[in-house]
């Protein structure tokens, strides 16, 4: 099992590589100031400029008491609604399944534990198209790693991608070849987590994709791959799509390969037509049931994002309820999260969008992408013009055939089917995670040797 690395052994690796300097802002959120950002080590690289130039500025999160006291006094004061008339999830998560977790949430549960592990990792924030991205900066002890950006989704966050933080940049610890290290970058989408919240339209998919690319070249980086699932997946088809210089290649656990001509049908829960094949009808038929049966989340997202804001910034249960559902649907859990993940881990979570008041400024990237992010026709993926990797989870939402990802994605490099995980592959399955990045992208670490030697000339 891994656990993240000490402040201690961060510092170690930061030090030899960082100079250190005092920084300290405030950030003042919906709440009133809920979150104290303070910085100490700064990046290579880094300006002492102000907040409104290209500088990266540490980072450091600290939530004021006050709003963990009020959390806990909500939770509480939760009213409640009857029990569900069946006896299983559905109608929705069970009643009994949240007011356990809702009374661990207020009595048992430690928000400064999951503050700590964040900030004992490298932490950095600056400013992109007028808004603050905040990310985490890991820099392997192998100088010949190879830069990523790792992009979570919805409900997931930062949090996702802890566990593979050790794997991915000191692989030797975990089993890996040296030569198969990563630099790690791990924002936050605007409008989820510390990052800002956008306040006008246009931030979607090809907008957070464009940041993205400013940012690891900002982080001076002449090359780079993209990986992402869930929103992660439809940024990085985005990049691949933009192609920007030094973009290496992507890899997707949530891939768009639906076929033009099955998308009607799918959301119509119509039968599957004839001449599927058996992996081909399996996928048709998971899709099916999503949009007919379980679908409805991201409808009202879609459609009405502010609505739902107003539940999710006023009720922490209800915000539990509403992320629960996905954790308890979409892992590899036979509908038991708690079987992959920890009550802490899931709370890790669900407490990052409660305290940056985030329910509403994330449901809003639904609005921005109001696609369908299984259709390849809709991610326009015969457009990306990078390698593309993918990796398929047993428990995502569909399996991807092979047959489809070939057709969608004609740039398809690598291709896997792995034994066990879901939909939050890298929190459920940081090890095996890990391991299919490692093999994914190593066909492109003699491009970026070549990249950077042409940089450096």
């Known amino acids: 099992m891994f656990a993240v690395l000490s402040a201690t052994t961060w510092q170690r690796w930061l030090t030899s590589t960082v100079r250190i300097s005092t920084v300290s802002c405030v950030l003042l959120g919906a709440s009133g100031g809920a979150w104290a950002v303070t910085g100490t080590a700064s990046d290579p690289g880094v300006s002492d400029q102000g907040a409104g130039s290209e500088?990266?500025?540490?980072?450091?999160?600290h939530v004021d008491e006050a709003q963990l006291i009020d959390l806990r006094q909500r939770l509480a004061a939760t009213r409640w609604p009857d029990k569900e008339t069946v006896s299983d999830n559905t109608q929705g998560v069970?009643?009994?399944?949240i007011q356990a977790l809702v009374e661990y949430w207020g009595k048992g549960y430690d928000w400064r534990k999951a503050e700590a592990r964040l900030n004992a990792l490298p932490e950095f924030v600056t400013t992109i198209d007028g808004v603050d991205i905040q990310f985490i900066h890991v820099r392997s002890p192998n100088p010949n790693a190879m830069p990523l950006i790792l992009t979570h989704g919805w409900p997931g966050s930062q949090f996702e991608f802890l566990k593979t933080i050790g794997p991915l940049t000191n692989p030797t610890a975990f089993g890996g070849r040296a030569e198969d290290a990563f630099d790690l970058v791990i924002p936050s989408i605007p409008g989820h987590g510390f990052s800002g919240k956008p306040t006008e339209l246009g931030w979607g998919p090809e907008r957070v994709a464009k940041a993205w690319d400013v940012l690891m070249k900002r982080l001076g980086y002449d090359h780079y791959v993209s990986q992402g699932g869930d929103h992660g997946s439809v940024i990085s088809d985005a990049l691949g799509r933009l192609a920007p210089a030094g973009l290496l290649g992507i890899h997707l656990n949530m891939?768009?390969?639906?076929?033009?001509?099955?998308?009607?049908?799918?959301?119509?829960?119509?039968?599957a037509p004839a001449g599927l094949t058996a992996s081909e009808r399996a996928a048709y038929d998971s899709l099916s049931t999503f949009?007919?049966?379980?679908?409805?989340?991201?409808?009202?997202?879609?459609?009405?994002?502010?609505?739902?804001g107003y539940l999710l910034a006023d009720s922490p249960a209800g915000t539990a309820a509403?992320?629960?559902?996905?954790f308890a649907a979409w892992t590899d859990s036979n509908g038991k999260p708690e079987r992959v993940l920890t009550r802490d881990e899931m709370l890790d979570d669900i407490s990052l969008y409660w305290l940056t008041n985030s329910g509403a400024s994330s449901s809003r990237f639904y609005w921005e992408n109001n696609n369908n992010n299984f259709s390849a026709a809709a991610q326009r993926t015969s457009e990306i013009k990078v390698p593309v990797a993918i990796t398929v989870f047993p428990h995502?939402?569909?399996?991807?055939?092979?047959?489809?990802?070939?057709?969608?994605?004609?740039t398809l490099s690598y291709f896997s089917e792995v034994s066990k995980g879901g939909h939050f592959a890298a929190w459920e399955q940081p090890q095996l995670f890990s391991e299919e990045l490692r093999k994914a992208f190593r066909p492109l670490r003699a491009a970026a040797t070549v990249a950077s030697h042409k940089s450096s000339q």
Do not use: D, H
């Open 396 to 410: 995502e939402i569909y399996r991807a055939p092979k047959s489809w990802a070939q057709r969608a994605y004609p």
């Open 255 to 271: 891939p768009a390969t639906v076929p033009p001509e099955l998308v009607a049908s799918i959301n119509g829960a119509k039968p």
């Open 322 to 326: 509403w992320m629960y559902e996905k």
């Open 55 to 61: 500088a990266i500025r540490p980072y450091q999160v």
């Open 291 to 308: 949009f007919a049966r379980n679908a409805a989340y991201g409808a009202m997202m879609v459609t009405r994002p502010q609505t739902i």
């Open 94 to 97: 069970q009643l009994k399944s």
